[in-house]
């Protein structure tokens, strides 16, 4: 119960500030939003296949940056004043992510909105069931940027580094914003050993329609790894790596 409670108070802490300011959360989506109507305006009755990978690009923007607001309170001294507290580090962590979760739901829910202004179609099942993969595939991303926030104090160069040296290869390598198969062979190569593929595959067969494809396997495999190590080891880091 103890747990349930710090996990709380941590979600409310992180969330209350976001509802006061909803105008943040509509600027946090302004690059998403500029790549599904200028760029996706270009690929013509592309939208099914354009909407789902600008969701899973979305999720890379915040999730991924999501350390962010945790190394302003590191640096700060902010963060200190919890810490002597006698709430769980791992609640802390949880009720971060969470706080993250539901942002990137509602964007999500946003974009999909949007999306049907320009024709993209949904299909109830396989969109909830996108939705939920991507909240699967954020948790871990925050998790993992809340541990690289840790690891890059006191002066948080070691996150932005990480985080814009890895964002824009991940996205293009994951056929987001183009298609891989016309690709050089080297370039299909690399695309197969980025997870993200996998997740954007999945995302167009359920936002398809296609519950059964076996892409949806393997995206659901690759989010809940993501997720899994990420709360492992933002747990531990959480434990152990502030001090």
């Known amino acids: 119960m103890k747990f349930l409670r710090d996990t709380a108070t941590v979600f409310s802490r992180e969330f209350v500030p976001a509802l006061r300011d909803p105008v943040s959360l509509v600027f946090a989506m302004g690059q998403p939003l500029l790549f599904l109507f200028l760029f996706g305006s270009l690929l013509t009755d592309s939208w099914q296949w354009f909407v789902p990978g600008?969701?899973?690009?979305?999720?890379?923007?915040?999730?991924?940056?999501?350390?962010?607001s945790l190394l302003i309170e590191l640096t700060g001294g902010s963060l200190e004043r919890m810490l002597v507290t006698p709430l769980n580090r791992t609640a802390m962590l949880i009720g971060r992510t969470m706080?993250?979760?539901?942002?990137l739901l509602v964007q999500a829910v946003l974009i999909i909105a949007l999306g049907t202004i320009v024709g993209f179609e949904v299909y109830l099942a396989g969109a909830l069931a996108g939705l939920a993969m991507l909240l699967v595939f954020g948790i871990g991303l925050s998790s993992l940027?809340?541990?690289l926030a840790i690891k890059s104090q006191p002066s948080g160069a070691l996150f932005w580094v990480v985080t814009q040296t890895l964002m824009?290869?991940?996205?293009?390598?994951?056929?987001v914003l183009l298609p891989m198969d016309n690709g050089p062979a080297w370039l299909r190569a690399a695309g197969a050993v980025n997870p993200i593929s996998y997740i954007v595959d999945a995302q167009r067969a359920l936002f398809g329609g296609q519950?059964?494809?076996l892409d949806v396997l393997y995206g659901t495999l690759v989010a809940c790894a993501i997720a899994v190590g990420g709360l492992v080891v933002g747990t531990r880091v959480?434990?152990?790596g502030i001090s």
Do not use: D, Q
Request: charged share 10%; proline share 5%; glycine share 10%.
């Open 168 to 175: 824009f290869p991940l996205i293009l390598l994951s056929g």
């Open 145 to 147: 940027s809340f541990v």
């Open 54 to 68: 600008i969701l899973v690009m979305m999720c890379l923007f915040g999730p991924m940056g999501a350390g962010h």
């Open 99 to 103: 706080k993250e979760s539901i942002t």
């Open 238 to 240: 959480m434990r152990k």
């Open 211 to 213: 519950i059964t494809n």
